[in-house]
């Protein structure tokens, strides 16, 4: 999300972005859930932001986790 003016991104942010997802990938491999082998708070911390990039122009980035290919 842009404010203060923006009308782009800063690279590092997406960068960011991507090294965040990506971990967020390593907790959920052979797993449904973030942290532990049942649902916790951190699945539910987790819904909203990965949510709204599912329908943002940040959907690219969840290739990483919906094993989607990702775009560039």
């Known amino acids: 999300m842009l404010w203060g003016g923006r009308t782009k991104v ?32 951190a699945d539910f911390a987790c819904v909203t932001p990965v949510s709204s990039m599912a329908v943002s122009s940040y959907s690219c980035y969840l290739g990483i986790v919906y094993g989607r290919e990702e775009k560039q």
Do not use: C, H, Q
């Not at 942010?13 to 049942?38: C, H, Q």
């Open 10 to 41: 800063d690279e590092s942010l997406k960068a960011g972005l991507r090294e965040g997802l990506t971990y967020l990938d390593i907790f959920l491999e052979g797993s449904p859930w973030v942290a532990g082998s049942n649902m916790t708070i």
